[in-house]
């Protein structure tokens, strides 16, 4: 199957929701477990809360699409405390899709979609290996670590990712 990358409509939502729940449990039921994944779900990708997303003003909300199904989406927005900074917030693949290169379409997607940013940033937790690994091919480099201990914070620790962008 040939993906194909777009930008996300509201008749999307259910079937990137689907796609999130069968990502997150693979990525982090065996570091926390399928309650506490089960409760990062509810919070992160309720209908309403992914439909938000997709409203979100300087963002860009986008899905890899092979005309049946969705195999992957990717979510950025421009930083509202960093200055010519795009956050990389969301970037999954189906697992049984993964190393096919429709995580590196989409993220190749959205490095265009942000002409004012310079620097794409995000976090990634310290032990999703495979998450690392990724990006770091893509050509980010580690710039600093969060603990994430504050009050309302998950308490997971992770990496954060810097790539400056070239197409200036």
């Known amino acids: 199957m040939v993906y194909f990358v777009r930008t996300a409509g509201e008749r999307d939502l259910e079937k990137v929701r689907a796609l999130l729940v069968e ?13 506490k994944v089960d409760e990062l779900i ?22 890899a699409d092979d005309g049946r199904n969705i195999g992957g989406m990717g979510y950025a927005a421009m930083s509202s405390e960093m ?11 189906k697992p049984d899709l993964q190393r096919q290169g429709i995580g590196r379409d989409i993220f190749a997607e959205l490095e265009t979609c942000f002409p004012d940013a310079e620097i794409m940033r995000l976090e990634v937790e310290v032990q999703n290996h495979e998450a690392i690994h990724f990006y770091t091919r893509l050509g980010f480099v ?3 670590r969060n603990e994430n201990t504050g009050p309302g914070q998950s308490g997971i ?4 990712f810097e790539k400056a962008l070239e197409f200036h």
């Open 23 to 35: 990502s997150f449990h693979s990525a982090y039921d065996a570091s926390h477990g399928v309650a």
């Open 42 to 63: 509810t919070n992160l990708f309720s209908p309403t809360a992914l439909k938000a997303r997709l409203t979100k003003k300087n963002a860009e909300f986008l899905v």
């Open 83 to 93: 200055t010519k900074t795009v956050m990389l917030h969301l970037l999954y693949v």
């Open 142 to 144: 580690e710039a600093g």
């Open 157 to 160: 620790p992770t990496l954060v």
